[in-house]
């Protein structure tokens, strides 16, 4: 079955350094990927789309690679800030047209430590 | 939250009733979309609007329904609400197909059952 994995357990990270998150995904053949951010009580909020004849993608401090061979993303945030502490989701696009839907990760939590 | 505004934004009712969530959106956005978040299964689509009186089901739509009289408005209901439906529900809205657009998302609602 298809499936999305993003790791479950929480990143800590010191501030400054670059967080790395992963999402993996098995059976899928997305040719969309997409990044969100979600703070505690909060809805989703959208922070990258790359699709997959881009292999990377960038918006500020913020960083994401996609690779179809490995069925990865990969998104990084470079001098993170106590204020990035958020979960993040990944979520690949199902279908064409207007059937086409967002089918999302678990996310993972990051937390930057002064 | 790109004037997407949910209703209720909690509310508790017993195993047997029906309930009704409501989101409204400002942006005129032709797709809207209902999720639901639980622990350990990140977000979920219910069902999905692609136009007034065009909706489709997501993946979990067993036990709800939806309908869209009006470009603002998406209405998602529990015919009979059970244990399991106990969850936050987030509303979400979409200018374009999901292959090259952001979802706008509204605060949730947190439902319970008892």
């Known amino acids: 079955s298809q499936k999305i994995e993003q790791n479950s357990e929480a990143l800590n990270i010191q501030e400054g350094k670059t967080a790395t998150l992963t999402c993996n995904y098995t059976n899928y053949s997305p040719a969309y990927l997409q990044w969100y951010r979600q703070d505690p009580g909060r809805g989703p909020v959208f922070l990258l789309l790359i699709r997959e004849n881009e292999k990377e993608k960038r918006k500020e401090r913020l960083k994401v690679t996609f690779d179809t061979t490995l069925k990865q993303s990969l998104f990084h945030i470079t001098a993170s800030q106590p204020a990035d502490s958020a979960t993040y989701l990944c979520?690949?696009?199902?279908?064409?047209?207007?059937?086409?839907?967002?089918?999302f990760g678990t996310g993972t939590r990051l937390q930057v430590t002064l | 939250d790109a004037g997407i505004t949910q209703s209720p934004r909690h509310k508790v009712t017993e195993t047997g009733t029906p309930v009704t969530l409501r989101c409204h959106q400002t942006?005129?956005?032709?797709?809207m979309y209902w999720y639901r978040q639980d622990p350990g299964h990140g977000l979920r689509l219910i069902h999905y609007s692609y136009g007034v009186k065009d909706t489709d089901k997501g993946e979990v739509s067993d036990g709800y329904s939806v309908s869209r009289s009006k470009t603002e408005d998406f209405l998602l209901t529990l015919e009979s609400a059970t244990s399991s439906q106990t969850s936050v529900y987030f509303c979400?809205?979409?200018?374009?197909?999901?292959?090259?657009?952001?979802?706008?998302f509204g605060p949730g609602t947190r439902l319970t059952v008892l």
């Open positions: 979520a690949l696009v199902k279908g064409t047209g207007t059937a086409s839907k967002l089918t």
């Open positions: 979400a809205t979409g200018p374009g197909l999901a292959t090259v657009d952001t979802q706008y």
């Open positions: 942006e005129n956005h032709r797709y």
